[in-house]
Nanobody, 125 residues
Framework: QVQLVESGGGSVQAGGSLTLSCAVS??????LRWFRQVPGLPRQRVAG????????YYADSVKGRFTISQENAKNTIYLKMNRLTPEDTAMYYCATRPGSCIPGRLGDPSAYTSWGQGTQVTVSS
C-alpha cells in the first residue's frame, strides 16, 4: 500500500525558511511532484524529482529559492524553501506516480496516483 506522509509546514515571516518532508512508503522508484494550492485556484506544480535519475524540476517562481532532495535510506523527499514570500502561502502537497514521470503531463495533477495529506505554509509580510 502506497502512503505519503507530509510534515514541516508552518508560519514564518517573509525571508524565512521552511523544509517540507514527504515520507513515501510502498515503492522506491517513482516520480514525485510538489504542488501547492491556494483556495479557489488550481494546484500549481512547484518542484519535482524522479528518484532514480534526471535533473530536478523547479517552477520559475521558486527557482533559486527552493531545493528538492531525497534521502534514500528514509525514502523521503524534502523541499527546502528559502527566502519565502507571502506569495508562497498555500497548502503544499506531495504527489507520486510509480515509475517514470510522464513527459507532457508533469504538471497535470491527474497524472499522479498517490497524494499526501497536505501541509499548510503561511508567510507573513
Amino acid at each position: 500500500q502506497v502512503q505519503l506522509v507530509e510534515s514541516g509546514g508552518g508560519s514564518v515571516q517573509a525571508g524565512g525558511s521552511l523544509t517540507l518532508s514527504c515520507a513515501v512508503s510502498g515503492y522506491t522508484r517513482y516520480c514525485l511532484r510538489w504542488f501547492r494550492q491556494v483556495p479557489g485556484l488550481p494546484r500549481q506544480r512547484v518542484a519535482g524529482i524522479y528518484t532514480v535519475g534526471g535533473s530536478p524540476y523547479y517552477a520559475d517562481s521558486v527557482k533559486g529559492r527552493f531545493t528538492i532532495s531525497q534521502e534514500n535510506a528514509k525514502n523521503t523527499i524534502y523541499l527546502k524553501m528559502n527566502r519565502l514570500t507571502p506569495e508562497d502561502t498555500a497548502m503544499y502537497y506531495c504527489a507520486t506516480r510509480p515509475g517514470s514521470c510522464i513527459p507532457g503531463r508533469l504538471g497535470d495533477p491527474s497524472a499522479y496516483t498517490s497524494w499526501g495529506q497536505g501541509t499548510q505554509v503561511t508567510v507573513s509580510s
